[in-house]
């Protein structure tokens, strides 16, 4: 596997993208999708000049994009990277000795930061990910938001041993803001193909807390463990809710454009 294209997306990546690339520039190739930074994230690119440059207006799905980049690379062999994540040299190691076998996905560790504290609780960790993969036997799903890898029956996945720091929240307003953009997501791709009520929001956010805190010892992480599972609550429970008043305002227009009148031959 000697012929590797990294794709990355971008948006105001500023703090942490001259750390994302630093490690990648080994590679043959690096492509960047910029959906709309406002920071110095594409004065930054620039200093990169062997780094092929795209833009698009916003984001709307992201296994689409995902998909068209990977699609603009030279070679088949796609490393998936986000512009927070920081790979290892543990890591690029690994990758560069991986024989070139088209029918292998490969699952990346990722180690989730809080506050630039790495958290090995709260179901942050083992984070695996499916990043490294041959774009003609797989392609990303079509979801807006959590996209993933398919895999096929005929494809196996194989997870590395190095790992990927992903530097993702800087305190709480971060990662609350990101809980409620992620359920306003989550809403718009199911809603009116999901059922969901009260009842199920309330045991879910409850159950993640639980989860989250005590069974995933985010209790060791003193407050950084509670701020993370309270939000991870919260984050569930806005999920249910919005996704319920989705399929609600859908339900009022069908009744709305509905005749109330029946004229009688």
Not at 212 to 241: C, E, H, N, P, Q
Request: proline letters at 3%; one cysteine or more; aromatic letters at 12%.
């Amino acid at each position: 596997m000697d012929k590797i294209s990294v794709c990355i997306l971008t948006k105001n990546s500023e703090k942490t993208l001259e750390a994302c690339l630093k490690p990648l520039l080994s590679f043959d190739e690096l492509l960047v999708l910029d959906t709309g930074s406002e920071d110095r994230t594409l004065a930054i690119l620039d200093a990169y000049p062997r780094i092929r440059v795209f833009k698009q207006d916003g984001i709307q799905n992201f296994g689409m994009s995902r998909n068209r980049l990977a699609e603009k690379a030279s070679n088949d062999w796609i490393l998936m990277v986000d512009s927070d994540e920081v790979t290892t040299s543990e890591l690029l190691e690994e990758i560069r000795s991986l024989p070139d076998r088209a029918d292998t996905v490969y699952s990346l560790p990722r180690i989730n930061h809080y506050r630039n504290r790495p958290i090995r609780a709260c179901g942050w960790y083992p984070d695996y990910c499916l990043r490294l993969y041959h774009r003609c036997a797989t392609r990303w799903k079509d979801r807006i938001v959590h996209e993933t890898l398919l895999v096929p029956p005929e494809l196996r996945v194989v997870r590395l041993r190095g790992e990927v720091n992903h530097f993702s929240c800087e305190g709480a307003e971060q990662l609350a803001r990101k809980a409620v953009w992620y359920a306003e997501l989550f809403g718009t791709d199911f809603a009116g193909r999901r059922r969901t009520s009260f009842f199920e929001a309330f045991f879910r956010a409850t159950w993640t807390f639980i989860r989250s805190y005590f069974l995933r010892w985010g209790v060791v992480y003193g407050r950084d463990g509670l701020t993370i599972s309270l939000i991870a609550a919260f984050g569930s429970w806005m999920k249910y809710v919005v996704l319920q008043e989705k399929n609600e305002a859908i339900a009022r227009s069908i009744n709305d454009k509905s005749p109330r009148h029946t004229e009688i031959d």
